[in-house]
């Protein structure tokens, strides 16, 4: 398989903090990865590494062989790189298929003066991200919240818009930070049955994550952070049985 993503001697101090230290891993495409640890592990400052939010000390991350470490965020998608982040940033006031339009923006043409005065080219513009949208609702199952502001949606179903943003972008590579966080084991099998859905599209994922049972049932790799340090990456099954890991989440090895 080829290599989409690649993450090289990733470093990171804040202050006395040590978040990161020569952190390794890569992630081939039509995979998912998750990225596992106690609570100050450093999960989410490598995520925001990789997708420009925060610089480097040392270490460089490449995507499809272009070097990445400094681009600014606001550019990833047009390269094909997404993501989310732990709490859902919806717009409110805006309705379900919206929100996921604002997710292929990044893909139109028209100016602001084009926009404004509704001319043809972003009228057509528009309604392409509608189409899109809806064939992301439908993705999703959620076509009947279409018309809802986000404001007035579960926060199950909250999530779910998020990826389907995400979606409507066309990413090669999407990043979800805790996509699980909040949900009830109702609403975390059905993201599940999301994220197995999304990776057989054809979309590779790096996944950040609490929730062991959904990490063990959509990764196919998993590495674990410990104290901004790698401490094991392997297949699921091997990493549960891992007595590193085992003692990073419950402070001893069983005997």
């Known amino acids: 398989m080829t290599l989409l993503l690649e993450v090289a001697g990733i470093s990171r101090r804040f202050g006395g903090l040590q978040a990161l230290t020569d952190v390794s891993f890569s992630v081939e495409e039509r995979s998912v990865q998750a990225i596992i640890g106690p ?9 925001d590494i990789i997708t420009g939010f925060t610089r480097p000390d040392r ?6 062989g272009h070097p990445i470490t400094h681009a600014d965020p606001f550019r990833l ?5 997404m993501r989310t982040f732990q709490s859902a940033r919806l717009v409110p006031r805006l309705t379900a298929r919206e929100n996921i339009m604002l997710g292929g923006h ?9 926009t404004g005065l509704r001319l043809p080219s972003a009228r057509r513009e528009e309604a392409a991200l509608r ?35 995400v979606l409507a972008g066309s990413p090669r590579l999407t990043l979800l930070d805790e996509p699980a ?15 197995r859905a999304v990776k057989s599209s054809g979309i590779t994922m790096v996944i950040i994550e609490h929730n062991m049972g959904l990490v063990m049932s959509v990764s196919d790799r998993v590495l ?4 901004g340090n790698r401490i094991a990456e392997d297949v699921p099954e091997a990493v549960q049985k891992d007595p590193k890991v085992i003692s990073a989440y419950l402070g001893e090895v069983p005997a």
């Open 39 to 47: 609570n100050g592990a450093g999960k989410t400052t490598l995520l």
């Open 59 to 64: 270490g460089d991350v490449t995507f499809e």
């Open 77 to 81: 998608p047009s390269m094909g790189l």
């Open 106 to 114: 990044y893909l139109t043409r028209a100016g602001f003066w084009s």
């Open 131 to 165: 189409v899109r949208a809806d064939a992301a609702l439908r993705f999703l199952e959620l076509s009947r919240f279409a018309d809802i502001p986000a404001s007035d949606l579960p926060a199950g179903t909250q999530r779910l818009i998020e990826v389907g943003r």
């Open 181 to 195: 966080a909040g949900l009830d084991d109702t609403e975390t099998r059905e993201l599940a049955d999301v994220l």
């Open 224 to 227: 674990v952070l410990d104290a």
